[in-house]
């Protein structure tokens, strides 16, 4: 089992930032693939970003340019960083880890966005 915390969630203003972190525990294969997803009320999950542990990062075109995933192997952490937001990503952001073994999800934080 993988457990993935979350933090750094809240309320910001448009053109604002955040930065949200997620730390894994448990039986973590050191193989692997993180990511951020997001899902606001009445809409489905969507891909945000993802970032493997060899580096290479993938991200949705809405956030291109404007999000920069990171991660640090050795804390088991992955990081979003969250520029220039909008009110449409408003959303509850869950943290994602996906291996050839096994995948979990974090609880969720909260994003909100102000017009």
């Known amino acids: 089992q993988v457990q993935l915390v979350e933090s750094g969630g809240g309320l910001v203003q448009t053109g604002g930032s955040l930065r949200l972190s997620c730390a894994a525990s448990g039986s973590i294969f050191r193989i692997n693939t993180m990511g951020w997803y997001r899902q606001a009320p009445g809409k489905q999950r969507e891909l945000v970003a993802t970032?493997?542990?060899?580096?290479?990062?993938n991200y949705a075109d809405s956030v291109k340019g404007r999000f920069t995933i990171s991660r640090d192997n050795a804390k088991n952490t992955v990081y979003l960083q969250m520029n220039s937001l909008k009110p449409e990503d408003t959303a509850v952001y869950y943290c994602?880890?996906?291996?050839?073994?096994?995948?979990?999800w974090g609880q969720g934080t909260q994003v909100s966005v102000s017009s």
């Open positions: 994602n880890y996906n291996s050839l073994r096994n995948r979990s």
């Open positions: 970032i493997t542990s060899g580096g290479i990062t």
